[in-house]
């Protein structure tokens, strides 16, 4: 893949004509998808992909375009002809861009981790062996994916890694299910076998007269997918550079001074410890850490290249939509043993779903509990709950509500799977939180 | 180029004992996406992207392999994987040897009036820089920005038993979105995510009125700054199309998707707490509800005339005068489920594999006036453009919001409020359907970015409605 890459590059480099310039990124991936469903297969197979994106300059002027390359060399060339000749046009009709910023580089980085994955046929026949009996339904992904940065500035950054996802649940009945997931680099059978045993145990409690709650507040432990579900849709406003500017941050609260986060709340985006690549499409490194958010307040903010001419402040490397991909909130200190004990009377929440900003510039989202969410009593977990909407802010939730977060972290790499795999991660703990708006 | 790579997929077939059906799916999509936001255009973006899906089934097995590689070794690598993944996994695979997939022969195109080449690239840049600069009315329009997306989408489906099917979908989708800002207070209002998307070509955007809207949007994004918040407790609510359609979306078109019903989604989108059993009896609405799977409307964005398995589409109800008729299933969850469906296997592309999805699923027209709807109201609220939508895995208990309300008192359109938001359950809500408009408040909307499956995968959906009255609704504001 990689030579196919730099072939790619020297093919466009020679297409240029005099006074232009260009960046191009690069996306592949050769996965297998196998999907499950009542413990058989339903849907198995592979995927094989890659695209070049390729940003036209010259002077202020510049257009983008992205091709599906092949891998056949002579299709492929063919293709970035093609391409460049129509970003070429299009250069007549196109303005001055005042906001567009690229890499002026020549540094190279390469990163390549190894391949140690079965089979994935294999690994299906394993995982279904062992969920006989069992309403099992999921995903098993696996394959290498790749990235990779060019400039006719002779920058060159290359990063790929292969990784499996399994993201399963068992079910008991209807919607009372308990939800698991493993994923890494290197598939361990035992790994695995403890997980699906884990979930399965936790069964038994699904297995009780379901609670109904009526609608009020309720004292609650977010474990740690709850917690990541909402530092999600946080995502999708709160921490980019344009949203602040533009006042359609979440955070619009805390930028305007009338709100602040608990003091507990230290959220950074940690590239150094991520499982993606450490430079952007524009070609700039990411640092190795960005401070978001100290101690509840807001510090910093995911820049990307345009916003930092836009606004005329550094980038940090961010993607256009400045979303996190790296996104850590640091542990507090309560043993993740204790926590049942210290809800003491309240909802234990496994997973949220389907969260949505119910009124944005005021910091609220709403969503729903899902799977193996549990009502306890005096620290013992008595019944599954049926699924209940919440609708809170995230000023009570993170901020004045907040009782306390979890020593353990659970470290999550992102499942989405959208035109292709992602190499997204979260770190992040469980919380404790006093009181939770439950209206539906 | 997609005749080349039929031909090599033909060349690489195997035997028919070998492989009792395989089927190509090359997809090819050409799009262009501009915007000028605050005045400047922004970066354009000029896409191409071609592959092949290839699907086997053989001996009770299926598999599929998708690749960008249509040279002739990657296609027969291709059938290779696929013909590997169902032999592997033939054992402990759902029963696909009941299953007979088509070899249909025909071909579709979307009906265009005015051609998108007809107008340069500058002229359409200018057109967006026009836009643009009418909605920045006043300083508190703190962002502004007109946008223009346009798919062409080609896709021949090739199967060894002589099926041969092409289909040829233009798509064209234009946005404006406007927010105003005051100290704490944000607001928006847009046409939605790409509402207004179509298929067709330059007259899409004679539809969307778009001159229309620039005058409105950035008054109405003010006006909103200084609303007081959407009051709280029971009225009726009158939904216009923009709202129906996420409305329809999630409380009707998701949990009738068979394959929810089936389970196969409960790892990830969720389940349905629609069942089997409830089909042909279920009175999933009041009498005034009519439901329709209609892929004929030639400008809607689902239309087509087979789906991605090569079934014929036609239009059938879904729901009739309000009792659930049959659900949203593909030839495979029909013979899972062993009833009659609709041609709805639909895939976001050449990567994916196809699974239910909706397609165009439309509220069907009544008798009401909005002004008669109006009239009759005695304590009720106007909703305008979804902004907030979040449902229950089973589709049942929905929240959602929308960028504007407009309150009814005694008959009478009144004061505009924010945050106007509402929650309800669907197995009940579409009960407490009280009138539905006639066909001149009927709007042809939709959405590109319905998302499912695993692997995920987004694909273009079209909701038709008429404006739409429900009684006794729980609504509320902001904090």
């Known amino acids: 893949m990689r030579a196919s890459f730099d072939a790619l590059i020297d093919h466009l480099r020679g297409c240029l004509a005099p006074a232009e310039a260009f960046t191009a990124w690069f996306q592949g991936e050769s996965s297998d998808f196998v999907r499950m469903n009542q413990g058989k297969v339903r849907q198995p197979g592979s995927v094989s992909q890659r695209t070049l994106s390729i940003d036209l300059i010259r002077g202020q002027r510049h257009a983008g375009g992205t091709i599906?390359?092949?891998?056949?060399?002579?299709?492929?060339?063919?293709?970035?002809?093609?391409?460049?000749?129509?970003?070429?046009?299009?250069?007549?009709?196109v303005p001055d861009d005042p906001f567009h910023l690229y890499h002026h580089s020549s540094?190279?980085?390469?990163?390549?981790?190894?391949?140690?994955?079965?089979?994935?046929?294999?690994?299906?026949?394993?995982?279904?062996?062992?969920?006989?009996?069992?309403?099992?339904?999921g995903i098993y992904a696996a394959g290498r994916v790749y990235r990779g940065f060019a400039s006719s500035f002779g920058q060159r950054n290359w990063f790929e890694r292969a990784s499996f996802h399994l993201d399963f649940s068992v079910y008991l009945r209807a919607d009372k299910a308990v939800k698991g997931a493993y994923a890494g680099e290197t598939w361990n059978e035992d790994d695995f076998a403890a997980r699906l045993q884990t979930a399965v145990a936790e069964l038994e409690v699904l297995g009780r007269p379901p609670k109904t709650i009526e609608p009020g507040t309720y004292r609650v432990y977010l474990a740690p997918p709850a917690m990541a579900e909402i530092l999600s849709v946080l995502s999708w406003s709160?921490?980019?550079?344009?949203?602040?500017?533009?006042?359609?941050?979440?955070?619009?609260?805390?930028?305007?001074?009338?709100?602040?986060?608990?003091?507990?709340?230290?959220?950074?985006?940690?590239?150094?410890?991520?499982?993606?690549?450490?430079?952007?499409?524009?070609?700039?490194?990411?640092?190795?850490?960005?401070?978001?958010?100290?101690?509840?307040q807001y510090v910093g903010m995911l820049c990307s290249p345009r916003s930092a001419k836009e606004y005329g402040v550094p980038t940090n490397g961010a993607r256009d939509d400045e979303m996190p991909q790296a996104l850590d909130l640091a542990p507090g200190n309560i043993p993740t043993s204790e926590v049942t004990a210290r809800l003491d009377t309240g909802i234990f929440v496994s997973h949220l779903w389907y969260l949505n900003y119910s009124d944005r510039p005021a910091g609220r989202i709403t969503g729903m509990t899902r799977f193996a969410t549990l009502w306890v009593e005096k620290g013992r977990v008595v019944a599954p709950?049926?699924?209940?909407?919440?609708?809170?802010?995230?000023?009570?939730i993170m901020?004045?509500?907040?009782?306390?977060?979890?020593?353990?972290?659970?470290?999550?790499?992102?499942?989405?799977?959208?035109?292709?795999?992602?190499?997204g991660c979260t770190r992040v703990p469980g919380a404790l939180v006093r009181d939770m708006r439950f209206t539906l | 180029?997609?005749?080349?790579?039929?031909?090599?997929?033909?060349?690489?077939?195997?035997?028919?004992?070998?492989?009792?059906?395989?089927?190509?799916?090359?997809?090819?999509?050409?799009?262009?996406?501009?915007?000028?936001?605050?005045?400047?255009?922004?970066?354009?973006?000029?896409?191409?992207?071609?592959?092949?899906?290839?699907?086997?089934?053989?001996?009770?097995?299926?598999?599929?392999?998708?690749?960008?590689?249509?040279?002739?070794?990657?296609?027969?690598?291709?059938?290779?994987?696929?013909?590997?993944?169902?032999?592997?996994?033939?054992?402990?695979?759902?029963?696909?040897?009941?299953i007979a997939l088509p070899h249909p022969r025909g071909a579709y195109r979307t009906p265009v009036a005015k051609h998108w080449a007809g107008m340069s690239l500058g002229d359409k840049i200018r057109l967006l820089s026009d836009y643009s600069r009418k909605l920045k009315v006043h300083p508190d329009i703190v962002d502004w920005e007109a946008s223009l997306w346009r798919c062409e989408q080609t896709t021949l489906l090739v199967t060894n038993g002589g099926g041969r099917v092409t289909q040829e979908l233009t798509f064209v989708a234009p946005r404006l979105s406007v927010t105003a800002n005051r100290g704490a207070e944000t607001q928006t209002r847009?046409?939605?995510?790409?509402?207004?998307?179509?298929?067709?070509?330059?007259?899409?955007?004679?539809?969307?009125?778009?001159?229309?809207?620039?005058?409105?949007?950035?008054?109405?994004?003010?006006?909103?700054?200084?609303?007081?918040?959407?009051?709280?407790?029971?009225?009726?609510?009158?939904?216009?199309?923009?709202?129906?359609?996420?409305?329809?979306?999630?409380?009707?078109?998701?949990?009738?998707?068979l394959d929810r019903i089936l389970g196969d989604e409960r790892n990830y989108a969720g389940t349905s707490f629609v069942t089997l059993d409830m089909f042909g009896t279920y009175q999933y609405g009041s009498s005034l509800l009519d439901v329709t799977f209609d892929p004929s409307r030639g400008e809607q964005q689902a239309s087509y005339a087979f789906d991605d398995d090569g079934v014929p589409a036609e239009k059938v109800h879904v729901i009739r005068a309000g009792v659930l008729e049959r659900p949203l299933?593909?030839?495979?969850?029909?013979?899972?489920?062993?009833?009659?469906?609709?041609?709805?296997?639909?895939?976001?592309?050449?990567?994916?594999?196809?699974?239910?999805?909706?397609?165009?699923?439309?509220?069907?027209?009544?008798?009401?006036?909005?002004?008669?709807?109006?009239?009759?109201?005695?304590?009720?609220?106007v909703m305008t453009t979804n902004c907030s939508w979040s449902i229950d895995d089973s589709r049942n208990k929905f929240q959602f919001g929308c960028e504007k309300g407009q309150l009814i008192e005694n008959g009478q359109l009144g004061a505009v409020v924010k945050n106007a938001s509402y929650r309800g359950v669907s197995a009940t809500f579409w009960r407490s359907l009280s009138a539905v408009g006639d066909t001149a408040t009927m709007e042809v909307l939709g959405t590109p970015f319905c998302g499912k499956g695993e692997p995920n995968q987004v694909v273009r959906v079209g909701h038709a409605s008429p404006v739409c009255r429900f009684d006794g609704v729980d609504v509320f504001g902001g904090e």
């Not at chain 1, 619009?252 to 602040?260: C, I, Q, S, V």
């Not at chain 2, 809207?213 to 008054?219: A, I, M, S, Y």
């Not at chain 2, 959407?230 to 998707?257: A, F, K, N």
């Not at chain 2, 990567?351 to 002004?371: C, Q, Y």
Request: aromatic residues 6%; hydrophobic residues 40%; negative net charge.
């Open chain 1, 68 to 93: 599906g390359v092949c891998g056949d060399a002579n299709l492929d060339r063919e293709r970035v002809t093609v391409m460049v000749d129509t970003l070429r046009a299009a250069l007549a009709d």
């Open chain 1, 107 to 137: 540094e190279h980085t390469e990163m390549a981790g190894r391949d140690a994955l079965p089979d994935a046929a294999e690994v299906t026949a394993r995982v279904l062996d062992r969920a006989r009996g069992l309403d099992f339904v």
């Open chain 1, 238 to 296: 709160g921490f980019g550079e344009k949203s602040h500017r533009t006042k359609q941050t979440v955070f619009l609260k805390m930028l305007t001074g009338d709100a602040r986060l608990d003091e507990r709340i230290t959220l950074t985006e940690n590239t150094a410890d991520s499982t993606g690549p450490a430079f952007g499409s524009a070609g700039f490194l990411k640092p190795s850490r960005v401070e978001l958010i100290k101690k509840g």
């Open chain 1, 385 to 396: 709950l049926n699924v209940m909407r919440f609708d809170e802010t995230i000023y009570r």
């Open chain 1, 399 to 423: 901020g004045s509500n907040l009782l306390g977060l979890t020593r353990e972290r659970d470290f999550i790499l992102d499942n989405d799977t959208y035109y292709q795999r992602s190499t």
């Open chain 2, 1 to 98: 180029m997609l005749e080349t790579i039929a031909a090599r997929f033909n060349s690489v077939l195997p035997k028919a004992s070998d492989c009792a059906y395989c089927a190509a799916r090359i997809v090819e999509e050409r799009s262009e996406r501009m915007s000028v936001r605050q005045d400047v255009l922004q970066p354009l973006a000029i896409d191409h992207d071609l592959g092949v899906m290839i699907t086997v089934m053989h001996g009770g097995g299926y598999g599929y392999a998708a690749t960008s590689d249509v040279s002739e070794a990657g296609l027969r690598a291709a059938v290779d994987r696929a013909r590997t993944w169902a032999a592997k996994t033939a054992s402990r695979a759902l029963d696909y040897g009941s």
């Open chain 2, 190 to 257: 847009s046409l939605g995510m790409f509402d207004r998307s179509q298929q067709g070509g330059l007259e899409v955007l004679d539809r969307a009125r778009l001159d229309h809207w620039c005058e409105v949007l950035p008054l109405e994004a003010m006006q909103l700054l200084t609303a007081p918040n959407c009051p709280t407790g029971p009225r009726d609510v009158v939904l216009m199309p923009d709202q129906m359609m996420l409305q329809i979306h999630e409380s009707i078109g998701h949990p009738l998707e």
């Open chain 2, 329 to 381: 299933g593909s030839v495979f969850s029909q013979a899972r489920a062993k009833m009659g469906g609709t041609a709805n296997a639909r895939a976001a592309s050449w990567n994916r594999p196809p699974i239910d999805r909706m397609a165009n699923l439309n509220v069907e027209p009544g008798t009401s006036t909005f002004a008669a709807m109006i009239a009759a109201v005695e304590k009720g609220i």
